[in-house]
C-alpha cells in the first residue's frame, strides 16, 4: 500500500507565480522527509529535505512546509521559472526502516511564460 | 565529480532471457540502492546495501531477481530468467552513512522484455 500519496498527478502555474505541490503520509513513524525533482530520462535530483522536529525549511525558492497532525508536506517555490518543469517526487524514511525511502507517485509540474 | 554511473541506459531483450544491470556509486558513499519505477507502483526499493553487505532485500519481486555487490565501486541487478512485466526503469543510487544525507541517482535503466 501506498505510505506516501501526491494526489495530483499534475500541475500548471504561470512563470513567476508561487507553486504548491502537496504530499500526504499515512505512517506516524515518518520522520524524515525529502524532496526530489526529476527530468525526463534523468535520474531524481534531491531538492530539499526536513525533519519531523521542524515545520519548515526553505532553501532559496524553495520552503517545505510540514504539518505532523495531518501528515502532510508541501513544496512551495517562488516565484516559479520554466526551469522548474519537472516531475517532483515526495519521499520519507522510518528510522525503524534504516535508509529506506518510501516515495510517492509524483506531481508533474508546468511551468509556463 | 562523477555522480551514479548506470549501465546500459537501454535495454531490450526477449522474455525469458538474462539482464544485467550495473551501477558504480559515488566514491566514498557508502550505501547503494536499487529501484524499479513503473507506472503503476510509482519508484519502489528493491533492495539495499551497506558497505557491500545487503541490509533490506524485502522489496525484491521474486527469485528471479538477485543483487550483488562485489565491492565498494560496484554493484549488479541481475533478472533471470526475464519476464515482460519486468520492463521498468531501474535507478541506483548512493548515500554517504552520515546522518540523513540524500541519496543521489543514477540516469537510470530503460529495461525493455519482449
Known amino acids: 500500500d501506498q505510505q506516501v500519496k501526491q494526489n495530483s498527478p499534475s500541475l500548471s502555474v504561470q512563470e513567476g507565480r508561487i507553486s504548491i505541490l502537496n504530499c500526504d503520509y499515512t505512517n506516524s513513524m515518518f520522520d524524515y522527509f525529502l524532496w526530489y525533482k526529476k527530468y525526463p530520462a534523468e535520474g531524481p535530483t534531491f531538492l530539499i529535505s526536513i525533519s519531523s522536529i521542524k515545520d519548515k525549511n526553505e532553501d532559496g525558492r524553495f520552503t517545505v512546509f510540514l504539518n505532523k497532525s495531518a501528515k502532510h508536506l508541501s513544496l512551495h517555490i517562488v516565484p516559479s521559472q520554466p526551469g522548474d518543469s519537472a516531475v517532483y517526487f515526495c519521499?520519507?524514511?522510518?528510522?525503524?526502516?534504516?535508509?529506506?525511502?518510501?516515495f510517492g507517485k509524483g506531481t508533474s509540474l508546468l511551468v509556463t511564460p | 565529480d562523477a555522480g551514479v554511473i548506470q549501465s546500459p541506459r537501454h535495454e531490450v531483450t526477449e522474455m525469458g532471457q538474462e539482464v544485467t544491470l550495473r551501477c558504480k556509486p559515488i566514491s566514498g558513499h557508502d550505501y547503494l540502492f536499487w529501484y524499479r519505477q513503473t507506472m503503476m507502483r510509482g519508484l519502489e526499493l528493491l533492495i539495499y546495501?551497506?558497505?557491500?553487505?545487503?541490509?533490506?532485500d524485502s522489496g525484491m519481486p521474486e527469485d528471479r531477481f538477485s543483487a550483488k555487490m562485489p565491492n565498494a565501486s560496484f554493484s549488479t541487478l541481475k533478472i533471470q530468467p526475464s519476464e515482460p512485466r519486468d520492463s521498468a526503469v531501474y535507478f541506483c543510487?548512493?548515500?554517504?552513512?552520515?546522518?540523513?544525507?540524500?541519496?543521489?541517482f543514477g540516469d537510470g535503466t530503460r529495461l525493455s522484455i519482449l
Open positions: 546495501f551497506n558497505n557491500n553487505v545487503p541490509i533490506d
Open positions: 519521499a520519507a524514511n522510518n528510522p525503524n526502516s534504516g535508509y529506506a525511502l518510501n
Open positions: 543510487a548512493s548515500s554517504s552513512g552520515r546522518a540523513r544525507q540524500p541519496q543521489h
